[in-house]
């Protein structure tokens, strides 16, 4: 995969069509999704990128843009092509307001013409898919809007393309905080129960550790949400209570087996159990 500039003249052919996405010259599809919209700043919001030839001949010269805006890092996690992995491609990234004010514009390119000498074609109803990653060092709302895609059929005359639409855009958030997260909990008979409560909408995880250090996911939701943690695992038809108190900072499990009754603390035999909630 090469790296390099680009300038405007590149996407003079792409973006002469105002819009965004919900237009296609052929049966082609494109869709772009996000596996969140609202992060910590410098962490990754990843994107996923899908294309599927639907047009009736190979796709040669194929290329994918975005307009991303001004202040997030974009970084490609991988492109596959038919389901085959592929690095000869190009990432080229333009000059800020290249063609939107407040944009820098990025492109994955399969192929060159003329020759496309880097043998990416892309066979009729096959997929691409393009993963990348943004972020940003400071907190701010960002709205990603017009992208696109351009192909070219060597059986034919004409370049095919697809773009996106207005309501394609997507709003996401770099935020330095949890955004006001908090979490409770309580002892049940069917196990400690958490809520957590932050951003309606927002997608927060619940975390476990014995120790502050060493934390394992337990539940990933859109905030408000309740879990219950049943930390003891224990065989198929016993009887499970749970008592309800903190007796030596332990939870107190009493298991009954046939007519033996066992009292032990969790299967992991720590003596505390800890929880919190950050954004996902």
């Known amino acids: 995969m090469n790296q390099k500039a680009i300038a405007l003249a590149l996407f003079a ?3 002469a069509v105002p819009g965004a996405f919900g237009f296609e010259s052929d049966n082609s599809s494109l869709t772009r999704s996000f596996n969140k919209t609202v992060a910590l700043v410098n962490t990754q919001i990843v994107v996923t990128v ?10 040669h010269g194929f ?16 492109l596959t092509v038919n ?34 000498a880097e043998a990416n074609p ?34 034919g005359t ?24 908090s979490i409770s909990g309580q002892d049940t008979t069917a196990g400690f129960m958490l809520l957590l409560n932050g ?19 337990l539940e990933t939701n859109a905030s408000p949400f309740q879990f219950t943690d049943l930390i ?11 008592s309800t108190n903190w007796d030596s900072h332990k939870h107190i499990y009493v298991y009954t087996t046939n007519t033996t009754t066992t009292v032990t603390t969790n299967s992991a035999g720590f003596s505390r159990r800890f929880y919190r909630g950050r954004l996902f």
């Open 83 to 116: 389901g085959k992995a592929i690095t000869n491609y190009l990432f080229e990234s333009g000059q800020d307001g290249d063609v939107y004010v407040g944009c820098t514009p990025y492109r994955w390119v399969l192929e060159q013409p003329t020759n496309f």
């Open 50 to 59: 899908n294309f599927t030839n639907g047009g009736t001949a190979v796709s």
């Open 158 to 181: 004409n370049a095919t393309f697809g773009y996106s639409e207005t309501g394609d855009d997507q709003l996401v958030i770099f935020t330095s905080s949890g955004g006001g997260v």
């Open 232 to 242: 003891l695992s224990y065989a198929t038809n016993t009887t499970l209570t749970i």
């Open 13 to 15: 052919v792409v973006f």
């Open 199 to 217: 951003t309606p909408g927002t997608n927060y995880v619940i975390e476990a550790s014995t120790n502050l250090f060493n934390w394992v996911p």
């Open 63 to 78: 290329y994918y843009a975005d307009q991303v805006p001004s202040g997030l890092a974009v970084s490609t996690l991988s």
């Open 122 to 155: 892309i066979p009729v109803q096959a997929p691409v898919q393009i993963v990348y990653a943004i972020t940003s060092s400071v907190s701010n709302a960002f709205n990603l809007q017009q992208f696109n895609w351009v192909g070219f059929e060597t059986t």
